[in-house]
């Protein structure tokens, strides 16, 4: 990071301190996750704490102060020279205070004692409820042990607010800063499905696709998905969070994938469908044009002149036109709208808020329970599909036939970007692809 990215964080901060009057908002980093005995998982920042500070040791936690004199106040791991001989590079308070930018930083050793003294005589904490059963711990432990002082004239903050709701609505809207980001890790899967599709062909096993996506990733320099990577053959396409990738592909199967990097902590999420063999079959064209139809209409509802809702009505309606032209779906369209018949062949929605985390902090409805008007900045993903599994009532050719087309999409001040353009998805584009 540049110095410039440091004050995109501390602007955040500030951002923070300006929404929540005296209070002090303490946000907990998450915690190491052991896999087995004395190895970890990858270690991975809380996306609220990485948001407000940028800083991903763990061991760590922000305190944000509003008032009068607002500051900021990290805490994370003193420096420890065997440690690093073992583990790699510690900040220690005093360089993270200096390179984040915060206004203190102390060992994380002194989080009780500190938090008594800072959030005594404030009147509300704001803090992620809920988060873990540590944090939700460490928040009624401050209070107990405040409330016990009240004798010696010690002030115990009177209201607890879920801080989601301010951060929710200022992780909703991308910055610059951001959206660079997000372009260019949707950029990388790209690639990365492109390279899959290049290399896909029958007999190989799902899981060979997955390593030349993970290759294309690392080849970058990502260090991890944004989620685990879908590689679905065949049938395995209609199950939606099928993440075995082991079965061997056979000549004829559709094969759909979905995947996404993280760059920065940004995540992509695509899914791409494709024949084994490189070309479509008749009845798959006919399906896959079905869903690359509803993903078009839902994508000509993204922009600021559209509720949230509106895309995932469009694509909705155009599928239900497509179930029932197959005969999939009996009765008007209206009924299988109402009695949600569509429901066995397409039951997800058609996307979701898409920024540091894969299903994005921010709420859907506005507080008077409306559907949410899309504004520049918010980034989501487009990602109608179909879904048939093998039922004594459809015709034994629909069987198995899973596709999904998904996209990340920018809303823009002119309608929307699709920042994931850069792999095909007409059938042309993606034969072309697979024949060269
Ligand atoms: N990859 C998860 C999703 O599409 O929502
Ligand atoms: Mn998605
Ligand atoms: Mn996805």
């Given at each position: 990071m540049n110095q410039k990215n440091y004050q995109e964080f501390k602007k955040r901060?500030?951002?923070?301190?300006?929404?929540?009057?005296?209070?002090?908002?303490?946000?907990?980093?998450?915690?190491?996750?052991?896999?087995?005995?004395?190895?970890?998982?990858?270690?991975?920042?809380?996306?609220?704490?990485?948001?407000?500070?940028?800083?991903?040791?763990?061991?760590?936690?922000?305190?944000?102060?509003?008032?009068?004199?607002?500051?900021?106040?990290?805490?994370?791991?003193?420096?420890?020279?065997?440690?690093?001989?073992?583990?790699?590079?510690?900040?220690?308070?005093?360089?993270?205070?200096?390179?984040?930018?915060?206004?203190?930083?102390?060992?994380?050793?002194?989080?009780?004692?500190?938090?008594?003294?800072?959030?005594?005589?404030?009147?509300?904490?704001y803090y992620r409820i809920g988060q873990n059963t540590f944090s939700d711990q460490k928040i009624?432990?401050?209070?107990?042990?405040?409330?016990?002082?009240?004798?010696?004239?010690?002030?115990?903050?009177?209201?607890?607010?879920?801080?989601?709701?301010?951060?929710?609505?200022?992780?909703?809207?991308?910055?610059?800063?951001?959206?660079?980001?997000?372009?260019?890790?949707?950029?990388?899967?790209?690639?990365?499905h492109n390279r899959a599709m290049k290399f896909a062909k029958p007999q190989i096993y799902e899981y060979e696709l997955e390593a030349e996506i993970v290759h294309e990733f690392m080849s970058h320099g990502i260090r991890a998905p944004a989620y685990q990577s879908i590689v679905a053959s065949g049938k395995n396409a209609c199950t939606l969070h099928y993440v075995d990738n082991n079965s061997k592909i056979q000549d004829g199967d559709l094969i759909l994938i979905d995947a996404g990097c993280e760059l920065d902590s940004y995540a992509s999420d695509?899914?791409?469908?494709?024949?084994?063999?490189?070309?479509?079959?008749?009845?798959?064209?006919?399906?896959?044009?079905?869903?690359?139809?509803?993903?078009?209409?839902?994508?000509?509802?993204?922009?600021?002149?559209?509720?949230?809702?509106?895309?995932?009505?469009?694509?909705?309606?155009?599928?239900?036109?497509?179930?029932?032209?197959?005969?999939?779906?009996?009765?008007?369209?209206?009924?299988?709208?109402e009695t949600g018949a569509y429901k066995e062949f397409y039951m997800h929605r058609t996307g979701h808020w898409l920024g540091l985390d894969v299903h994005d902090a921010g709420d859907y409805k506005t507080i008077a329970k409306e559907w949410k008007q899309l504004q520049p900045g918010m980034t989501l993903t487009v990602e109608p599909g179909c879904y048939i599994r093998p039922s004594p009532n459809i015709p034994e050719e629909f069987w198995n036939i899973g596709i999904r087309i998904e996209d990340d999409v920018l809303v823009t001040h002119h309608g929307h970007e699709v920042l994931t353009k850069d792999s095909p998805k007409t059938i042309e584009s993606i034969e072309a692809l697979m024949a060269k």
């Open positions: 901060r500030t951002a923070l301190t300006e929404k929540i009057g005296d209070g002090v908002a303490v946000i907990f980093n998450a915690h190491e996750a052991i896999r087995n005995r004395d190895s970890h998982y990858p270690y991975r920042s809380d996306s609220y704490f990485y948001y407000f500070s940028g800083f991903s040791e763990p061991q760590s936690a922000l305190f944000i102060l509003g008032g009068k004199s607002p500051k900021t106040i990290l805490f994370c791991r003193n420096k420890n020279s065997e440690m690093e001989i073992w583990n790699g590079f510690i900040y220690g308070p005093k360089e993270a205070k200096e390179v984040f930018l915060f206004d203190e930083a102390y060992d994380i050793n002194l989080l009780d004692e500190i938090a008594l003294k800072e959030i005594s005589g404030r009147e509300k904490i009624n432990d401050w209070i107990k042990a405040l409330r016990e002082k009240t004798r010696a004239g010690v002030q115990t903050p009177q209201l607890i607010e879920d801080i989601s709701h301010i951060a929710d609505e200022m992780r909703l809207i991308k910055s610059d800063f951001e959206i660079d980001i997000m372009k260019r890790s949707a950029k990388i899967a790209s690639l990365a695509i899914s791409r469908t494709f024949p084994a063999n490189g070309k479509f079959s008749k009845i798959q064209k006919d399906f896959y044009q079905l869903v690359l139809e509803a993903q078009s209409v839902a994508l000509s509802k993204v922009s600021s002149n559209h509720h949230w809702n509106e895309p995932h009505e469009a694509a909705l309606s155009v599928l239900i036109d497509g179930f029932k032209d197959f005969g999939l779906c009996q009765g008007s369209h209206q009924e299988i709208y």
